[in-house]
């Protein structure tokens, strides 16, 4: 099946996430992504060791899927050269790096451009480029941080950063789109540009909604756990056997919760002292937040007194939202996770089974995004992309010699 990105050529010097992540996309869509890393590999080819041949980790097999891998050091004079070269055959530049190491480097938009007119340049900082802390270095911590989602997702006195990385990804995401964006453009003009994306920008994103109502009103939310806010019940409970989230959102869905309440409260005999639908502390979804933990407790009881299949069931058959809390390892014998596609066993040279590789997180039914090849083994298709340029085997030879490859 032809990739909506067929012929498009992307090199990839990206680190860790918000870049790979974003060629990864690309590459699912078809596109040739080209991983350019140093000659001893970069710094996160051994993230989370899972016995790999060449000792590549589960971070970088997952994010530099569809791609091929070379060796390069653009700092001896051979190695620019050859970068020059690739830069002339490609259309897009990835590289989430500092403005400072771009240019260092010879990534900067103004050089690239002055060797291929149209080419796109895609990047990635902490900051952005402008302001006072451009030049400051951060990671996905740092922007967590910064955006108040810490703050909001712990308790009083206790911020809690997500396990996830959850700012690399979106940022990774966001710059895919703006890539794609940038391609139409060039398709419409002949003319390239630089797509800018930024981790604290990314992290604000997320957290706008309750920033523009921190700034309008000074409404000073306290972060409350994994109690929702917004509506209510939407919170973790302990069931007999285990934990579930139960979440609701809207007038129809309380509703039916309610009901499963009163009923629960008939079948034990007890006269309920609370007015769940006439109440005016649960009025809306707003009320029902303000007031959250005291619908909280009372859930937390019912749950309490059901194993997670019974709660679950219940809940499903009024159709409030509901799901256990799952261990990594249940995450992955799930039935819905193993038949819907959303993971792709995929091999890689020494683990001892094909890991599953994270599909392409969106379907598209006329071009899908696709895995068609592991990630690259270090310097794997070194030889292949220097012969494409032109280079021949005796030539290659001394460029290794040299460490240039």
């Known amino acids: 099946m032809t990739g909506v990105l067929d012929g498009v050529r992307v090199l990839d010097f990206g680190r860790f996430i918000a870049g790979p992540w974003c060629g990864a996309l ?10 350019v890393e140093k000659v001893d590999g970069g710094e996160d080819r051994g993230l989370y060791p899972v016995s790999t041949e060449d000792g590549s980790g589960a971070m970088f097999i997952h994010c530099n899927r569809n791609k091929l891998g070379m060796t390069l050091n653009p700092t001896k004079p051979e190695g620019r050269a050859i970068q020059d070269k690739l830069i002339a055959t490609a259309d897009i530049v990835l590289a989430n790096m500092p403005d400072r190491a771009l240019k260092q480097l010879g990534l900067d938009y103004d050089t690239l451009k002055a060797i291929k007119a149209d080419i796109i340049l895609v990047t990635a900082t902490a900051f952005g480029t402008t302001g006072p802390y451009a030049e400051k270095v951060g990671l996905d911590s740092v922007a967590q941080a910064m955006s108040g989602n810490m703050e909001m997702s712990g308790t009083p006195g206790q911020p809690i950063k997500s396990f996830s990385p959850w700012v690399d990804y979106n940022t990774a995401t966001y710059a895919a789109f703006g890539t794609m964006a940038a391609l139409m453009h060039r398709t419409a003009t002949g003319e390239g540009q630089e797509v800018q994306g930024a981790l604290l920008a990314t992290a604000l994103t997320t957290t706008n909604s309750i920033l523009i109502e921190q700034d309008l009103l000074q409404a000073n ?22 934990h579930i989230f139960v979440t ?74 509901a799901a256990p809390v799952f261990t990594l390892q249940e995450s992955l014998d799930n039935e819905h996770v193993r038949e819907s596609g959303m993971l ?10 094909d890991a599953p590789i994270a599909s392409t997180p969106v379907r598209m039914t006329a071009t899908p995004g696709t895995i068609r090849a592991r990630a690259p083994m270090l310097g794997e298709h ?10 021949g085997v005796d030539q290659i030879a001394a460029l290794r010699e040299k460490r240039v490859v």
């Open 26 to 35: 690309l590459g699912d869509l078809g596109a040739e992504v080209i991983r």
């Open 221 to 242: 939310r306290q972060a409350s756990g994994n109690r929702g806010q917004l509506s209510a019940p939407s919170d973790d409970c302990k069931t007999k056997d285990g």
């Open 248 to 321: 609701s959102a809207g007038q129809p869905m309380f509703d039916r919760w309610a009901a499963l309440m009163i009923e629960d409260d008939r079948e034990q005999g007890i006269e309920s002292e609370i007015d769940w639908l006439g109440d005016p502390r649960f009025k809306d979804d707003p009320a029902r937040g303000t007031h959250a933990e005291f619908i909280s407790t009372r859930l937390k009881r019912w749950c309490a007194a059901r194993t997670t299949d019974e709660a679950l069931a219940q809940l499903a058959e009024v159709r409030i939202p």
């Open 344 to 353: 792709t066993p995929t091999p890689y040279p020494g683990t001892n089974k």
């Open 382 to 391: 070194t030889d292949q992309v220097l012969g494409s340029l032109g280079y």
